[in-house]
């Protein structure tokens, strides 16, 4: 699976973030501005030197940013754990994942990957209880179809309180969970851990799964490998950041890393090849 950004989203989404124009980053890379916009359209830089003096200008990690764009890095496939469903889907032919961690009977959605009747089917060929569904956030694709889980069995909703207005179908207040940072659920043998990560969205979480043989984030658009999600509104860009650095990159280097978009990675890659681990 290709990486989720391009260098061209890369450099806008830190550019945007930081309400620079073009002109203005130009100014201070010493880069054509006609280049840079040339950049943001799509085209590519061929010269280390020029993405290291952008990526300066931009506060990013000058060499993780050129093995992206000139050596083309992907993060290492790993295999998943036993207890753990991808879930894949699109909205408007844009890729998405949701995941369904089960055991012991037991099931929680994580995101809705844009396609509740892949999971509600998975539930029932498996004969899995659902317990509860996770939402990191509130944008349509990761949370439609939540109504549709709800029919097939109800369970507690969880999502951030700053991101509720978010959803274009919100369900009954019973049901819905504003869970605060380390609050746990659990699913079989297995605990799931709250992290709360403002920045893709206001109200923004990553859930961690505590299992002895493998360490597993979901971040949906937190971040992505060798990225992060957009930043929304712009002006969360610097929260955003901390929370990528503070909270998801925190975790042990071999945490495998799950987002909404493109391949999975681990924190050891994305501290060592994602520009903005650590930006300025």
């Known amino acids: 699976m290709p990486l989720e950004d391009d260098f061209c989203d890369i450099i806008k989404k830190a550019r945007v973030g930081q309400g620079l124009?073009?002109?203005?980053?130009a100014r201070t890379s010493r880069l054509p501005g006609?280049?840079?916009?040339?950049?943001?359209?799509?085209?590519?830089?061929?010269?280390?030197?020029?993405?290291a003096a952008l990526a300066t200008a931009l506060g990013l990690r000058p060499e993780?940013?050129?093995q992206i764009v000139l050596d083309k890095w992907e993060p290492m496939v790993q295999p998943p754990p036993a207890w753990l469903e991808t879930v894949f889907g699109s909205i408007g032919g844009y890729g998405v994942q949701g995941y369904v961690v089960h055991d012991a009977g037991?099931?929680?959605?994580i995101d809705t990957a844009y396609n509740a009747p892949a999971m509600v089917a998975f539930?029932?060929?498996?004969?899995?209880?659902?317990?509860?569904?996770?939402?990191?956030?509130?944008?349509?694709?990761?949370?439609?179809?939540?109504?549709?889980?709800?029919?097939?069995?109800?369970?507690?909703?969880?999502?951030?309180?700053d991101d509720v207005e978010l959803l274009g179908w919100k369900p009954r207040g019973d049901l819905l969970t504003r869970p605060g940072d380390h609050h746990t659920i659990r699913v079989g043998r297995l605990t799931i851990r709250?992290?709360?990560?403002?920045?893709?969205?206001?109200?923004?979480?990553?859930?961690?799964?505590?299992d002895?043989?493998?360490s597993v984030c979901f971040v949906g658009?937190?971040?992505?490998?060798?990225?992060?999600?957009?930043?929304n509104p712009s002006t969360l860009y610097r929260t955003h950041l901390d929370s990528v650095q503070t909270r998801v990159l925190a975790l042990s280097s071999n945490c495998r890393l799950l987002p909404g978009h493109g391949p999975a990675t681990t924190v050891g890659e994305e501290q060592a090849h994602n520009p903005f681990y650590a930006a300025a």
């Open 34 to 51: 006609t280049t840079i916009a040339d950049w943001e359209r799509g085209s590519q830089p061929r010269s280390r030197p020029d993405v």
């Open 123 to 161: 539930l029932s060929h498996h004969r899995l209880r659902l317990s509860a569904i996770c939402l990191t956030h509130g944008h349509a694709d990761h949370a439609e179809g939540i109504d549709r889980l709800l029919h097939h069995r109800e369970a507690p909703v969880y999502l951030g309180p």
């Open 106 to 109: 037991e099931a929680v959605v």
């Open 21 to 25: 124009s073009v002109d203005q980053l």
């Open 64 to 66: 993780p940013l050129a």
């Open 194 to 210: 709250c992290l709360v990560t403002p920045g893709h969205t206001p109200g923004g979480i990553c859930y961690r799964v505590e």
């Open 221 to 231: 658009d937190t971040l992505f490998a060798g990225s992060i999600g957009r930043s």
């Open 212 to 214: 002895a043989h493998q």
